[in-house]
């Protein structure tokens, strides 16, 4: 079974440009979520979504936004890049997003802001 | 969720086990308590998780102690391939798994 994949791998933006990240969920997973990882401020959680509808929300502006499309692949959007969003961004997926399940990262994409 | 303790680093010599602390002395009755590990720059890798009784699989051994106060993970036979960040993480048996609370975690070194 495959696993949880991300594109792009690696994307450098300048300031004030947006960019999307996409993640694919290993077959049959639903709940897909977000995370960013900075040296600094280590693995924050931005997002989760489950069948289409967001579950939970980090503590995150306004300008990073996602969202699931029916086959559980989802999408997450930075807006008015900042240099301080260069990160690596992570999408785990897990089969109904419950606790008492595992959950399986992805590669990440590494974003690089200028 | 329950904050975790772990400590900032550890190492381990090649072939011997590996006994990973985790201090989770808030934890509550309804709480998992999670292990991954992170390799450098890859996306963390889940290991093992747990209630109350202890748990093995093929990768490690998860011991929680009576109280459910702490923890600790076990690597049988360390190689280099297991020099990773460990996050001990606990989570509530009811809410959704996909909003995990990492903290720092323990950098584990193996050595040859």
């Known amino acids: 079974k495959a696993g949880v994949t991300q594109t792009p791998r690696y994307l450098i933006k300048t300031r004030g440009q947006q960019v999307t990240l996409s993640c694919s969920p290993i077959?049959?997973?639903?709940?897909v979520s977000w995370y960013q990882q900075t040296p600094g401020q280590g693995l924050q959680f931005l997002f989760e979504?489950?069948?289409?509808?967001?579950?939970n929300k980090g503590n995150f502006p306004g300008r990073f936004s996602g969202r699931q499309f029916s086959n559980s692949r989802s999408e997450m959007n930075v807006s008015t890049l900042e240099l301080g969003d260069s990160a690596l961004y992570l999408c785990?997926?897990?089969?109904?997003?419950?606790?008492?399940?595992?959950?399986?990262f992805g590669p990440g994409t590494r974003l690089t802001v200028l | 969720d329950a904050k975790t303790t772990q400590p900032p680093s550890m190492d381990c010599a090649e072939g011997r086990a590996a006994n990973l602390p985790c201090n989770h002395s808030?934890?509550?009755?309804?709480?998992?308590v999670y292990w991954y590990r992170q390799i450098h720059s890859q996306g963390p890798q889940y290991i093992i998780h747990?209630?109350?009784n202890n748990e093995t699989n093929e990768m490690a051994s998860l011991i929680i102690t009576e109280d459910r106060k702490s923890s600790t993970l076990i690597l049988p036979h360390a190689t280099l391939r297991d020099t990773a960040v460990y996050y001990c993480?606990?989570?509530?048996?009811?809410?959704?798994?996909?909003?995990?609370?990492f903290g720092a975690g323990t950098q584990v070194v193996v050595t040859p």
């Open positions: 785990a997926s897990s089969p109904l997003g419950l606790a008492d399940t595992s959950g399986f």
């Open positions: 077959s049959g997973h639903r709940s």
């Open positions: 979504y489950f069948s289409e509808t967001q579950r």
């Open positions: 808030t934890i509550s009755g309804n709480e998992y």
């Open positions: 747990g209630l109350k």
């Open positions: 993480i606990v989570r509530v048996v009811t809410d959704s798994w996909g909003k995990l609370q």
